[in-house]
C-alpha cells in the first residue's frame, strides 16, 4: 500500500498569509494526488486533483504542485474562510490512501 | 446539480450487521465510479471501497476485505455498503463519493454522511 504522510499536523496562520503544506507518498504517485478541504461537521471539499488543477469554483488563491513523492498545498493571501483541516489523497493505486490532515488554525 | 444522501445508519452491537445506502441524482450514475470514504469520531479521512461503473471491479482497504460489500444498483441510482461483524473500530461518519476519472482519479462530489456507531 502507499502511505501518504502529510506535514505538518497543524499551523497557525493570519488572514493575508501565505501557508504551505506538504505531502510526501511512500513511492512515485506520478501527479496522482488531490487535496480536500474539510470544516467541522461538513463533508470533504475538492480543492486541487492531479496535482495541480484547480477544481472548478476553488478560489484562485489556492494551488498545488508536484509530482513523483512530492507535493505541496499553497493557499495565498489566507482568507477567513479558509480556516479547516486539508487532506491530501493518492488516488495511483488502491487503496486510496489520505494523509492524516493538516489543521489550519487562526493565529 | 448533483446530489449524494447516504442513509441507512446508527447503532449496531459488535459483531452485527448494517446496510448504507446512498441515493445519487443529478448526473448519469452509470458512469461514475463511487467511493465509501470513513472518518472516526476525531480522526481523519480513510479511503474504504470503491466500485466500478458496471460493478465488474471492487475493490477495498484491508481492514475491511472479508466483512464490507460494495455493490451498486444503476436502474435505481444507487450505492451500497453491506457491513458485516462490525467492530468498534468501526464506528465513524461513512460518507460516499464520485469519481470522476476524464483526467486522473479523485472524488468530486460527498455526500453528507452517515453515521455509524458500534457499541453494546
Known amino acids: 500500500d502507499i502511505q501518504m504522510t502529510q506535514s505538518p499536523s497543524s499551523l497557525s496562520a493570519s488572514v493575508g498569509d501565505r501557508v504551505t503544506i506538504t505531502c510526501r507518498a511512500s513511492?512515485?504517485?506520478?501527479?496522482?494526488s488531490n487535496w480536500y478541504q474539510q470544516k467541522p461537521g461538513k463533508a470533504p471539499k475538492l480543492l486541487i486533483y492531479?496535482?495541480?488543477i484547480l477544481q472548478s469554483g476553488v478560489p484562485s488563491r489556492f494551488s498545488g504542485s508536484g509530482s513523483g513523492t512530492d507535493f505541496t498545498l499553497t493557499i495565498s493571501n489566507l482568507q477567513p474562510e479558509d480556516f479547516a483541516t486539508y487532506y491530501c489523497?493518492?488516488?495511483?493505486?488502491?487503496?486510496?490512501?489520505f494523509g492524516q490532515g493538516t489543521n489550519l488554525e487562526i493565529k | 446539480e448533483v446530489q449524494l444522501v447516504e442513509s441507512g445508519g446508527g447503532l449496531v452491537q459488535p459483531g452485527g450487521s448494517l446496510r448504507l445506502s446512498c441515493a445519487a441524482s443529478?448526473?448519469?450514475?452509470?458512469?461514475?465510479?463511487m467511493n465509501w470514504v470513513r472518518q472516526a469520531p476525531g480522526k481523519g479521512l480513510e479511503w474504504v471501497a470503491n466500485?466500478?461503473?458496471?460493478?465488474?471491479?471492487?475493490y477495498y482497504v484491508d481492514s475491511v476485505k472479508g466483512r464490507f460489500t460494495i455493490s451498486r444498483d444503476n436502474a435505481k441510482n444507487s450505492l451500497y455498503l453491506q457491513m458485516n461483524s462490525l467492530r468498534a473500530e468501526d464506528t465513524a461518519v461513512y460518507y460516499c463519493?464520485?469519481?470522476?476519472?476524464?483526467?486522473?482519479?479523485?472524488?468530486?462530489?460527498w455526500g453528507q454522511g452517515a453515521l455509524v456507531t458500534v457499541s453494546s
Open positions: 463519493a464520485r469519481s470522476d476519472y476524464q483526467v486522473l482519479p479523485h472524488c468530486d462530489y
Open positions: 513511492q512515485s504517485i506520478n501527479i496522482y
Open positions: 443529478g448526473f448519469t450514475f452509470s458512469n461514475y465510479w
Open positions: 489523497q493518492q488516488s495511483y493505486s488502491t487503496p486510496f490512501r
Open positions: 466500485i466500478k461503473q458496471d460493478g465488474s471491479e471492487k
Open positions: 492531479a496535482a495541480s
